[in-house]
């Protein structure tokens, strides 16, 4: 079977998006970067791609909050006619990733439930963490998905917030939690979750930046680190797509 088209959203200010490009190819897709101007422009580019993801970075400098002036451009661009095709593409049970600040474009958009605000430390935070996928879960990202997965975090604004938690769970909607350290105080150490549907992810941490095992800063001394690479979240995306 061909490879899946993907999309990879970037605007000004996101940094992550050839990170995207290359975990989507090592999982078999045909990735592509799209600037969201150019996607607000012409709504009828994401008609042939299979997989969409929000690269992560600082969109507009943060400005107004992180992730809300992306959320309004890719909602509101264009009277509305992009955040319609972005509902459709979710409804046609193709696959969409927002990864940190894509993650926070998400909830901003109201394609995911809860919001991010300041770390608990009131500090950026850079470091690797450890994540394990939710019992329960309904989402495709992390479908077969069962050792753990390190990936590293980069944000200020990571703390994950919702007013019921255990009702999110309960929906199968918690699919990622910090497992050991909770770097950021998110609540019930979520790291990310989806949408009803569950083809719709959106994770704080990186795994885009764990895919291959040399960019584990342990790859020389632990030669299992391919068991724990971020990689597996694109693989299953792509088995959903295809």
Known sequence: MSRPQAIIVAGPGTNRDTDAVLALDLAGAEPAVVLAAELIA??????????????GGF?????????????????AGDGG????????????????????NGFQ???????????LGHNDHGRFDCRWVTLTAAVGSRCIWTSGVDDPIHCPIAHGEGRYVHPDPDALAAAGQVALRYDGTNPNGSV???????????????????????????????????????????????????????
């Open 81 to 100: 006619r992009l955040g319609e095709q972005l509902r459709a593409f979710v409804d046609s049970g193709r696959p969409v990733l927002g990864i940190c």
């Open 188 to 242: 019930a150490a979520i790291a990310g979750v989806c949408d009803v549907s569950g083809v719709v992810l959106g994770l704080m941490p990186h795994p885009e930046n764990h895919v291959i095992p040399r960019q584990h800063p342990r790859h020389h001394r632990d030669h299992g680190t391919t068991r724990f690479l971020g990689l597996r979240l694109f693989e299953a995306a792509v088995r959903h797509a295809k």
């Open 59 to 75: 969109s507009y400098g943060d400005a107004l909050g992180a992730g809300r002036m992306l959320a309004l451009d890719l909602m």
């Open 42 to 55: 012409t709504p009828g580019l994401l008609d042939t791609a299979r997989i969409l993801v929000i690269a």
């Open 105 to 115: 474009v998400l909830t901003r958009a109201g394609l995911l439930p809860g919001a």
